[in-house]
């Protein structure tokens, strides 16, 4: 979701940065993906779990940095201007499906003239990511980014009898949407109806044949609450994701529905021209009264380990919108109708927590005389953290929930779905890795962090019809600059070749006796000549290579990015290779470069078969690489490095350069190598 900063201020003071503003929230548990700058306005891209609805709004995020900053939250005020003629005399509401809806308000404007908005209000909107569409429909987008709640406006004049009916579909009733679509209904699906036919999908998206259009006088705005289960049934059924059905799925605040009304005329009366009828029409069947909930503060130090005030508590607490009640040793919460994810103790606890920062517990050592059994693969699990971090790895730890069509795309095997997912964005438990990496990988860029090499150890979660297996992987993702430029070396970015070296260092800790890197069958997010199957002990291993330009474009990745998967079940199998120590040689190696022609099919692995145990042969390694109009068709250059050493004896240069003459006539004789002239 986009929020504006300037908005944000309108409610609440901020001094601080936009970084420092991003920090604190995340920190809070509203985790800033982002920040956008457009001009003089700073957008933040926050990612809003979908226990948290409160949050999808620009006052809901304001106050929760009032909570956090310990400032004053102005609450908008509304400055309406009323007819004398009430909005129950040219309307009317009722609702039969009260299940289904708790609540419906309406209120009435009359002599509206349809317009465009003005130009910051339209400015707010387009930087939101909403497309302006005139003044009366503007108005309902800005007060939902403004509230959080949804509205809707009807032309009253489109309304048979002026009646508003909030009702189940009828069978095989049809509806045509805003979008143009029609829709064919069922009873399973909850309508707002007048007295002849289905006018909007309630919760979801209005219908055609009353919307707002330039003949527009009289309109009708509408607030309600609708049951979260009904209107995600209806959005799915008919794959309808709309800003409105998204804040509803979750459950919208019951008490918002007459003040979000409020709203919509106060801002009606700043940029448009015409009335506002006198009164709202508040049909609110389902009526209940907000919980309390008992609180003892020392279960607070209790939980967190640590001291926190009972003013700062109570500071806290009332800042977030709860009713506090000191009684003693245990004190009543009244909860708060926007919170619907409170629902006992513990969840106070950890409001507390959050807003007073997990940041500043203190970290204790817990007391414990218990034994504890090492887990299998310890060993090889914590030398595989320490290698990859001595290369220059950062850890990130992510969610094992992925969506569907990331787990077609970069699976392998069947994902295992869940059966009630929070979001369409957790949809089964994921079968790779890579689409977790891929996303760290953007929000470091989004962050201004160039030069990044990540590293994730978990598990994935698969099923063959019959079983489930929940095998350990290991994923890599760099990017940027893998050495930088200094006054004696010129700066390199990240390539294959550095990746595929990181992957080979971590392999040779292990009893890999037999590693090749195959240059075919890499999956198809991978980008084609620049990605391999690692093939260990005769085995598949993994894959590693750069990731294709497309899967990366789709994430909003601009630059290249490399990444590599490992089956770490398979690796820590074979185990690690035993530490072997032998007398450093008392001569130093005599070292020869080869400029060679290779046909495209020959890769180094196939080089160092060829070459085999050459006498007193003890290092080959690749340079350099050269493609380009000087190399042949059909063929690429690489420049090789052979190192021979004897124990106890330097090699004369006769004895060096037969090596070198057999080495090239072999690689000639077996693999159709040229040495450049």
């Known amino acids: 979701m986009e929020i504006l900063l300037s908005w944000l201020r309108d409610f609440v003071d901020i ?34 779990t979908a226990n948290r609805p409160d949050a999808l709004s620009h006052l809901g995020v304001a106050r929760e940095i009032s909570a956090i900053y310990d400032r004053s939250l102005r609450m908008p005020a509304s400055k309406i201007s009323t007819t004398d003629e009430l ?36 400015r707010r909107l387009e930087l939101c990511g909403i497309r302006p569409i005139n003044n009366i429909a503007d108005l309902t987008n800005y007060v939902l980014l403004e ?30 949407t805003l979008d143009g679509m029609l829709h064919n209904l069922t009873t399973d699906h909850l309508v707002i109806a007048d007295m002849e036919r289905s006018v909007a999908l309630a919760g979801v998206m209005g219908g055609l044949e009353t919307e707002i259009s330039r003949s527009t006088r009289n309109v009708l705005l509408e607030a309600a609450w609708f049951d979260p289960g009904s209107i995600r049934r209806t959005s799915r059924r008919f794959g309808m994701h709309t800003e409105a059905s998204h804040r509803f799925e979750r459950g919208a605040d019951i008490e918002a529905t007459v003040w979000a009304l409020e709203r919509l005329a106060h801002w009606f009366g700043q940029v448009s021209s015409g009335d506002v009828l006198e009164g709202v029409i508040d049909n609110h069947p389902g009526q209940t009264d907000r919980a309390w909930i008992d609180l003892r503060p020392t279960q607070i130090s ?88 001595a290369l220059g790895y950062d850890e990130t730890i992510a969610y094992s929930f992925i969506r569907k069509e990331e787990a077609t795309q970069f699976g392998r095997e069947e994902a295992v779905e869940i059966r009630n997912p929070v979001s369409e964005l957790w949809a089964v438990m994921r079968n790779t890795a890579m689409p977790t990496m891929i996303q760290a990988l953007g929000w470091n860029l989004n962050r201004n962090e160039p030069d990044i090499k990540l ?57 890999v006796e037999q590693l090749s890197f195959e240059a075919t069958a890499a999956p198809d997010y991978y980008q084609r000549e620049q990605s391999a199957r690692i093939v260990a002990n005769r085995k598949t291993l993994g894959y590693l290579g750069m990731l294709d330009v497309k899967v990366a474009a789709a994430h909003k990745i601009k630059c290249p990015i490399f990444v590599a ?28 470069d080869f400029s060679l022609l290779i046909p495209k099919a020959v ?36 420049l090789i490095r052979a190192a021979w050493q004897k124990d106890y004896e330097t090699l004369t240069d006769g004895e060096i350069n037969e090596y070198a003459t057999s080495l090239v006539e072999n690689l000639s004789k077996t693999l159709g190598v040229q040495q450049r002239s």
Not at 98 to 119: F, H, Q, W
Not at 604 to 619: W, Y
């Open 565 to 592: 998967e490992i089956d770490l079940d398979s690796l820590w199998n074979i185990g690690l290779r035993k530490q072997v120590f032998q007398t450093v040689p008392k001569v130093p190696a005599s070292h020869r």
């Open 603 to 638: 890769s180094f692995a196939d080089i160092c078969d060829a070459v085999g145990q050459q006498k007193f042969l003890v290092r080959l390694e690749p340079i350099e690489i050269f493609h380009g109009d000087q190399v042949l068709e059909g063929f690429y250059g690489l």
């Open 302 to 389: 209790r939980v967190l380990g640590t001291d926190v005030s009972r003013v700062e508590v109570e500071r806290i607490l009332t800042a977030l919108g709860f009713t506090v009640n000191q009684t003693g040793e245990t004190w009543k919460i009244k909860l708060s109708s926007h919170r619907l994810d409170i629902e006992r103790e513990i969840d106070l606890v950890e409001e507390v927590a959050r807003i007073h920062g997990y940041h500043h517990v203190p970290k204790t050592l817990p007391f414990s005389t218990a034994t504890v059994q090492q887990p299998p693969n310890t060993k090889e699990e914590a030398r595989t953290r320490e290698l990859l971090r």
């Open 87 to 122: 909005s129950s005399s040219r309307a009317s509401v009722e609702i039969l499906a009260t299940e289904l809806c708790s609540r419906y308000s309406a209120r009435v404007l009359s002599n509206v003239v349809i317009k465009p908005s003005p130009d910051w209000l339209r």
């Open 147 to 176: 509230t959080g709640h949804p509205t809707h406006a009807f032309d009253l004049d489109l309304l048979k009898q002026a009646k508003i009916v909030v009702r189940t579909a009828k069978s095989e009733e049809t509806l045509q």
């Open 15 to 48: 001094p601080e940065s936009p970084t420092e503003v991003a920090e604190a929230l995340t920190l809070a548990g509203l985790a800033v993906d982002a920040i956008r700058k457009e001009g003089n306005e700073h957008i933040f891209e926050l990612d809003i």
């Open 455 to 511: 590293m994730e150890i978990g598990r994935l979660y698969m099923s063959d019809g019959s079983s489930f297996q929940e095998p350990k992987t290991l994923v890599l993702g760099a990017c940027g600059m893998a050495r930088r430029s200094t006054p004696s070396n010129t700066g390199k970015e990240v390539d294959f070749y550095d990746l595929k070296s990181d992957v080979e260092c971590l392999l040779s800790d292990f009893q």
